[in-house]
């Protein structure tokens, strides 16, 4: 670390001299009178006495020469005062920046001032214009290179209790005119999502089938819509052909089948993923007969109906979100025609049975 003395100069020379301008610039370099902290002005009165600079930079920095050359280019000459001042000066690399601190001691008063700035350069002409300021504070402006250092954080103020408030709903606007409202833009809560009104559907599934006909396979499949509280389908069933056989002396029979068509619908009860389909059924087709075992056989076709009451139970996984289901549906069915088949000799092959009782495992897709 150096130090200088400022004082002032002996010895008459031309005052209009380079030397002599110089000489006195020097000369108020000692006066040293105010520095400007914040908002206000400390003014410091003592005794005169020479004012010393001690400069602390790492090597390769400008010398205590170039501070005090510095200093002497800013000084005002209409700074009046003649004070005893200590000021040291040190500049330090900072996060890749230098740190500048500028103290200032008069008449037992300390005063500290922090800037930061680009280079070691730069430094010196930071602490020069806080020392100046410090003489003149009036109508000076910081180099363009010269930053204040931030402000340390103030403490987080303490917690306190107080009481939850709720916020006022944002006010919906209405939409102009030729555009859409969002009510999202508009700050508008959004509102709950209702459940899908109407729904479409398509089942398909095996089946079976006894008492109208002997035990009888078959296969079914639908489409129709689906409300949150009912639903209405529209299929097709085939019961592929039954056979009939009379043993005898000439054994004889028949091979039964039906094409028909099914107009379903009903209430639905619901119970988280399960739903209880109850429908009411009208069904109408045409039922197939093929004689089995006489010389010449023949085929007859007939009009098929019957009404079917059922219940059914329908799981739709959460997983699947509601665009799939597996339902069982169990019916009784009546018949609303019962033909009779007779074979040559008026030998009665099968007639209708009155009821049948009927099981479905479908398989179902739902959308949107």
């Known amino acids: 670390m150096s130090?200088?003395?400022?004082?002032?100069?002996?010895?008459?020379?031309?005052?209009?001299?380079?030397?002599?301008?110089?000489?006195?610039?020097?000369?108020?370099?000692?006066?040293?009178?105010?520095?400007?902290?914040g908002m206000g002005?400390?003014?410091?009165?003592?005794?005169?006495?020479?004012?010393?600079?001690?400069?602390?930079a790492p090597p390769g920095c400008p010398d205590t020469g170039a501070l005090t050359a510095e200093i002497a280019r800013h000084l005002?000459?209409?700074?009046d005062t003649d004070l005893p001042v200590d000021i040291r000066v040190q500049a330090r690399p900072a996060d890749g920046r230098w740190s500048v601190v500028v103290v200032i001691a008069a008449d037992g008063?300390?005063?500290?001032?922090?800037?930061?700035?680009?280079?070691?350069?730069?430094?010196?002409?930071?602490?020069?214009?806080?020392?100046?300021?410090?003489?003149?504070?009036?109508?000076?402006?910081?180099?363009?290179?010269?930053?204040?250092?931030?402000?340390?954080?103030?403490?987080?103020?303490?917690?306190?209790?107080i009481d939850p408030v709720e916020p006022a709903p944002a006010p919906v606007l209405p939409a102009v005119a030729g555009e859409e409202f969002d009510p999202l833009a508009a700050g508008a809560a959004p509102r709950p999502r209702r459940p899908r009104r109407v729904r479409g559907l398509l089942q398909v599934g095996?089946?079976?089938?006894?008492?109208?006909?002997?035990?009888?396979?078959?296969?079914?499949?639908?489409?129709?819509?689906?409300?949150?509280?009912?639903?209405?389908?529209?299929?097709?069933?085939?019961?592929?052909?039954?056979?009939?056989?009379?043993?005898g002396a000439r054994p004889y029979g028949a091979d039964l089948a039906v094409h028909a068509a099914q107009l379903r619908g009903g209430p639905v009860l619901r119970a988280g993923p399960?739903?209880?389909?109850?429908?009411?059924?009208?069904?109408?087709g045409a039922l197939q007969a093929a004689g089995v075992g006489g010389d010449s056989n023949y085929g007859a076709t007939t009009l098929w109906g019957a009404a079917?009451?059922?219940?059914?139970?329908?799981?739709?996984?959460?997983a699947l979100?509601?665009?799939?289901?597996?339902?069982?549906?169990?019916?009784?069915?009546v018949a609303l025609r019962r033909p009779r088949f007779v074979f040559t000799g008026d030998l009665e092959v099968h007639q209708v049975g009155p009821a049948a009782f009927r099981g479905f495992l479908l398989v179902e897709a739902r959308f949107p």
Not at 21 to 28: E, G, Q
Not at 76 to 79: E, G, I, M, P, S
Not at 120 to 128: I, K, L, P, Q
């Open 3 to 37: 130090r200088a003395s400022l004082s002032r100069r002996a010895g008459h020379v031309d005052p209009h001299s380079p030397g002599h301008r110089r000489a006195r610039r020097f000369h108020f370099a000692s006066r040293f009178a105010v520095f400007a902290v």
């Open 41 to 56: 002005v400390a003014r410091v009165a003592a005794a005169a006495s020479p004012p010393t600079i001690a400069w602390d």
């Open 76 to 79: 005002d000459t209409a700074a």
């Open 109 to 161: 008063r300390t005063q500290e001032r922090t800037l930061a700035v680009e280079s070691c350069e730069a430094a010196v002409r930071a602490a020069a214009f806080v020392i100046a300021i410090a003489v003149d504070p009036a109508g000076r402006e910081p180099p363009p290179d010269v930053v204040p250092a931030p402000p340390a954080p103030a403490p987080p103020p303490a917690a306190k209790a």
């Open 206 to 247: 095996p089946a079976v089938q006894v008492g109208m006909l002997p035990v009888d396979p078959g296969i079914a499949a639908a489409g129709g819509l689906l409300w949150p509280r009912a639903r209405l389908t529209l299929g097709y069933t085939r019961w592929f052909a039954a056979e009939v056989r009379h043993d």
């Open 274 to 284: 399960l739903e209880l389909p109850l429908q009411v059924g009208l069904e109408l």
């Open 308 to 318: 079917s009451l059922g219940a059914g139970l329908a799981w739709a996984p959460r």
């Open 321 to 333: 979100q509601g665009f799939a289901a597996l339902v069982v549906l169990a019916e009784a069915a």
